[in-house]
């Protein structure tokens, strides 16, 4: 697959503002401004991008290993294939899923899906919820790293942007579970028509 297309160009733009989001601390605490002055600026920015992307990779691996883990309470935030959407979707579309396994089924449709060319709009819709899983992942990290920070400072220099922090995870957890329905019941209906 050419990497500049389809999900794979949706993966990198997500993986490097991912990996943007999760250093911006950086530019508050500035520890590394003076080993980088001797840098032309065009570098620095290169170098940046670059330790963004493999910043932003590294954590959506580590996102995703926690949400295939399925542990009860982390799956409130972090999931990967909702089982009890699916079976109702599927229900609701009058769509046998007889596998041994719901989840296996799904991925049958899934890839009959794919094979029929049928999969539309989905693939850029995988990539909003891997974002957002990314995200809701980042806002858990902000506010912990803000709360350690106000417990052991007794002060907090900005209280708009842990607000703000604070406020996203919410909107990112129930915007992706919006997404993943929508793909789920785009799938499911395609693969009437397979």
Sequence with gaps: MNPLQGSSFYDTINRLVV???AT?????????SNCVECFPSEIKIAIYL???FIIGTFFSQVTDWIASKNIPVINLIF??????????IAKANHVNLDK???LEAYYDKFYSVQHAGLLGNVPPQEA???FMLNLSALCLCYITAGILFFCLNRCCPSIDISIIIISLLPMTV????????TIYYSIIRASKNC
Excluded: H
Excluded at 24 to 32: A, E, H, K, Q, S
Excluded at 174 to 181: A, L
């Design 19 to 21: 990996g943007i989001i």
């Design 24 to 32: 911006l601390w950086i530019f508050y605490v500035d520890p590394l």
């Design 100 to 102: 041994q396994s719901t």
């Design 174 to 181: 129930i915007s992706r579970r919006r997404v993943e329905k």
């Design 128 to 130: 909003i919820s891997a």
């Design 50 to 52: 670059i330790g963004c």
């Design 79 to 88: 999931y990967k294939n909702k089982l009890s959407w699916i079976k109702k």
